[in-house]
């Protein structure tokens, strides 16, 4: 089910074609081969898009996104052209896109998102606990939540249409999916990012608990890192120092907004989005803002 409420929807580009939009990004065709993808303010929780934003939620992830895609790409190709997305849009429109867009390469995308876990968090605790397991890869007993895994795994998702959850699949099952020969190489770049990634963060303070990648395939089958990397919105960011076996640590991300839903509306997600008239206080938003800032600053300085 589309859960995205029209309302939450930022001034949209006339200049050129919609592509899609997602729950935070809006893509635009630039000709055939390129793609201009703004990151709006938007804020999506428990797959619902939010009706009030969080402001300069977009230029932050975008910072974000270009100071990891800059350092990692001795290990993988991105896909940035290179240009200014200002170029691309008419005087009018370039306040809409500075400071919080892409501009892109076209790419066939690999339909499953890469997801690399270094500590037991989410979705992964919960199954280990029932399996000892998780997305098919056996892991040591005595486990706990947020505790650190003996080595990073690799654990894809198959991608969902909006509004729905993405589905954990075993690595045999992407195999199958998108080729031995593809997933193989899928796994193990995302291997090579995560721990240079997780090695950086370590030295600033952060650990990466999780995160997730998505790739694709320009015309000449090259595999290229795509879409946003190593952001809030794509990762578990925690505090070094606060992070305790057994307990879930403090993140740097929109947990405040999630708090606050399930607080005030138990079941919220799965009975729907806010109840007509509800918003979110002002300090609850500034709070996201301040986490997603902070991990910002930390990391990219």
């Given at each position: 089910?589309?859960?995205?409420?029209?309302?939450?929807?930022?001034p949209?580009?006339?200049?050129?074609?919609?592509?899609?939009?997602?729950?935070?990004?809006?893509?635009?065709?630039?000709?055939?081969?390129?793609?201009?993808?703004?990151?709006?303010?938007?804020?999506?929780?428990?797959?619902?898009?939010?009706?009030?934003?969080?402001?300069?939620?977009?230029?932050?992830?975008?910072?974000?996104?270009?100071?990891?895609?800059?350092?990692?790409?001795?290990?993988?190709?991105?896909?940035?052209?290179?240009?200014?997305?200002?170029?691309v849009?008419?005087?009018?429109?370039?306040?809409?896109?500075?400071?919080?867009?892409?501009?892109?390469?076209?790419?066939?995308?690999?339909?499953?998102?890469?997801v690399?876990?270094?500590?037991?968090?989410?979705?992964?605790?919960?199954?280990?606990?029932?399996?000892?397991?998780?997305?098919?890869?056996?892991?040591?007993?005595?486990?706990n939540?947020?505790s650190?895994?003996?080595?990073?795994?690799?654990t894809?998702?198959?991608?969902?249409?909006?509004?729905?959850?993405?589905?954990?699949?075993?690595?045999?099952?992407?195999?199958?999916?998108?080729?031995?020969?593809?997933?193989?190489?899928?796994?193990?770049?995302?291997?090579?990012?995560?721990?240079?990634?997780?090695?950086?963060?370590?030295?600033?303070?952060?650990?990466?608990?999780?995160?997730?990648?998505?790739?694709?395939?320009?015309?000449?089958g090259?595999?290229?890192?795509?879409?946003?990397?190593?952001?809030?919105?794509?990762?578990?960011?925690?505090?070094?120092?606060q992070?305790?076996?057994?307990?879930?640590?403090?993140?740097?991300?929109?947990?405040?907004?999630r708090?606050?839903?399930?607080?005030?509306?138990?079941?919220?997600?799965?009975?729907?989005?806010?109840?007509?008239?509800?918003?979110?206080?002002?300090?609850?938003?500034?709070?996201?803002?301040?986490?997603?800032?902070?991990?910002q600053?930390?990391?990219?300085?």
């Amino acid at each position: 089910m589309n859960m995205i409420d029209s309302s939450a929807y930022g001034p949209p580009l006339r200049s050129l074609p919609l592509i899609a939009r997602g729950k935070v990004r809006d893509n635009y065709a630039v000709g055939s081969d390129r793609i201009l993808m703004v990151a709006s303010d938007r804020l999506s929780a428990f797959d619902v898009v939010l009706p009030q934003p969080v402001p300069g939620k977009g230029a932050i992830l975008t910072e974000m996104a270009l100071f990891w895609f800059g350092k990692l790409g001795h290990i993988v190709p991105n896909h940035l052209t290179g240009e200014a997305p200002e170029s691309v849009v008419p005087d009018d429109e370039k306040p809409l896109v500075r400071g919080r867009s892409m501009l892109v390469k076209r790419l066939t995308p690999i339909p499953v998102e890469a997801v690399v876990r270094g500590y037991l968090a989410g979705s992964g605790w919960k199954e280990y606990q029932a399996s000892g397991s998780v997305c098919g890869v056996p892991l040591p007993p005595g486990l706990n939540n947020a505790s650190r895994l003996p080595e990073p795994i690799f654990t894809p998702a198959a991608k969902a249409a909006v509004g729905e959850h993405d589905e954990n699949i075993s690595f045999d099952d992407m195999s199958r999916r998108i080729g031995a020969d593809l997933a193989a190489k899928v796994r193990d770049v995302s291997l090579r990012i995560y721990t240079a990634a997780a090695e950086h963060a370590r030295s600033r303070g952060i650990v990466i608990a999780d995160t997730k990648f998505e790739f694709g395939l320009d015309a000449q089958g090259t595999l290229v890192l795509m879409d946003e990397v190593l952001t809030p919105d794509s990762s578990r960011f925690w505090p070094a120092e606060q992070v305790r076996e057994g307990e879930n640590p403090p993140s740097y991300d929109k947990q405040p907004i999630r708090d606050w839903l399930q607080r005030e509306y138990p079941g919220f997600g799965s009975t729907g989005g806010l109840p007509a008239g509800a918003s979110i206080p002002d300090s609850v938003i500034q709070a996201c803002v301040e986490r997603y800032r902070r991990a910002q600053q930390i990391l990219a300085g």
